[in-house]
T-cell receptor, first 112, second 115 residues
Framework: EPEVTQTPSHQVTQMGQEVILRCVPISNHLYFYWYRQILGQKVEFLVSFYNNEISEKSEIFDDQFSVERPDGSNFTLKIRSTKLEDSAMYFC??????????FGPGTRLTVL | AQKVTQAQTEISVVEKEDVTLDCVYETRDTTYYLFWYKQPPSGELVFLIRRNSFDEQNEISGRYSWNFQKSTSSFNFTITASQVVDSAVYFCALSDLTGANNLFFGTGTRLTVIP
């Protein structure tokens, strides 16, 4: 069964460093998403991506965040200068048009 | 604006008991989807169900059932004859049908099934 994959599973970084979180969505899906979940809290929407551009973004998704689909399979989230409060689990998801979203296993980001 | 409320933060039941997880939502949209996701201790988010706002029929899938009541803006989830493997955090979520169909999640209910 096709699934969304994410790498790495855990990323530790120093405050101020750049990180890139990688996702491989399900191959025939058209919409791609990033969500984050601070430990013990709810899952929050960050950004959606369709047709090689951002569809929507939340207030959380400020200028330090960017997304890219550099080739036909990967979908990346870059955080330019990490802060302590960026520590969270980051989930990638994908869907066909307006259908249920399937989530990857997540990347746990720890900012020291 | 969309809002999803899961008032029960934690529930504990003994194995084989039935349990209902509550979800109340707010939206100005007339057309929307409602979802339930399961997050087991391993951390991944597992899709359980999607419901269209036009379809108020209750749904049953094995030991799981869902009760959608538009009049009370509720989408409750019942697990019958609970098992230890049902222990997880369960999230209710809402999306509209505009834009990219982003999900708005509730705060989750942590279910612990005691053997």
């Amino acid at each position: 069964e096709p699934e969304v994959t994410q790498t790495p599973s855990h990323q530790v970084t120093q405050m101020g460093q750049e990180v890139i979180l990688r996702c491989v969505p399900i191959s025939n899906h058209l919409y791609f998403y990033w969500y984050r979940q601070i430990l013990g809290q709810k899952v929050e929407f960050l950004v959606s991506f369709y047709n090689n551009e951002i569809s929507e973004k939340s207030e959380i998704f400020d200028d330090q965040f960017s997304v890219e689909r550099p080739d036909g399979s990967n979908f990346t989230l870059k955080i330019r200068s990490t802060k302590l409060e960026d520590s969270a689990m980051y989930f990638c998801a994908s869907s066909q048009a307006l259908s249920e979203q399937f989530f990857g296993p997540g990347t746990r980001l720890t900012v020291l | 604006a969309q809002k999803v409320t899961q008032a029960q933060t934690e529930i504990s039941v003994v194995e084989k008991e039935d349990v209902t997880l509550d979800c109340v939502y707010e939206t100005r949209d007339t057309t929307y989807y409602l979802f339930w996701y399961k997050q087991p201790p391993s951390g991944e988010l597992v899709f359980l169900i999607r419901r269209n706002s036009f379809d108020e029929q209750n749904e049953i899938s094995g030991r799981y059932s869902w009760n959608f009541q538009k009049s009370t803006s509720s989408f409750n989830f019942t697990i019958t004859a609970s098992q230890v493997v049902d222990s997880a955090v369960y999230f209710c979520a809402l999306s509209d049908l505009t834009g990219a169909n982003n999900l708005f999640f509730g705060t989750g209910t942590r279910l612990t099934v005691i053997p």
